[in-house]
């Protein structure tokens, strides 16, 4: 059973990630270095004790059962990016038989093999896009767009658009209004239409 390395279990999180009441199990580990990065204790050392293993996890989040089972709720993972522990997501899923909703907040910066893996278990994809402006993208990110969108464009080429939310946000002296409505009819025009458009708050504001 492959173990991996888990930052943080917080748990009784309504509508928060999700519907329903969720629990959030956040990874180490990005590809990514966003200039306001939201979660930035996510990309340092690991310290030692944090791996576990999918069963672990499993008796780590079962207590909450019946709030996941009443809401609609059940498991978000975050990071870090999820989609690079998509083996460890595979062993938890085999685990659930309570039918609890399986939700990945990602960048989907990821390889396209990952994606494919965690597609037939994940219930939710809240994808934060940053900007479909790729100059935008490396600019805030420090990495390239394409895994991002030839991994949409493979969840929109299998009929999947209703199981992603795609965050846009605002990005103080990065991006504007008017990139974001490009970005949000580049990606309506391949079939998404479910969007959470909101401000990040960043360290002067």
Excluded at 114 to 139: C, E, R
């Amino acid at each position: 059973m492959s173990k991996a390395p888990i930052h943080a279990i917080a748990r009784l999180r309504p509508g928060t990630d999700g519907n329903g009441i969720t629990t959030l199990v956040t990874f180490y580990g990005c590809p990514l270095r966003c200039k306001y990065c939201l979660n930035a204790d996510t990309l340092g050392a690991i310290p030692q004790g944090h791996e576990m293993t999918p069963e672990e996890l499993y008796e780590r989040v079962r207590k909450d059962d019946l709030y996941f089972r009443a809401t609609g709720g059940g498991v978000t993972f975050g990071g870090g990016e999820p989609c690079l522990r998509s083996e460890f997501i595979q062993e938890f899923a085999q685990l659930n038989q309570h039918s609890w909703k399986i939700r990945l907040e990602t960048s989907l910066n990821v390889r396209l093999a990952n994606v494919v893996a965690l597609l037939p278990i994940v219930n939710q994809w809240i994808v934060d896009i940053k900007s479909w402006d790729s100059g935008v993208y490396y600019t805030y990110t420090g990495q390239d767009d394409f895994l991002v969108k030839r991994n949409l464009d493979f969840i929109a080429r299998h009929k999947m658009q209703d199981k992603v939310l795609i965050r846009l946000p605002l990005i103080k002296d990065y991006n504007d209004e008017q990139d974001r409505q490009k970005s949000m009819a580049s990606l309506q025009a391949m079939g998404f239409t479910n969007f959470d458009l909101f401000t990040y708050k960043t360290p002067k504001q």
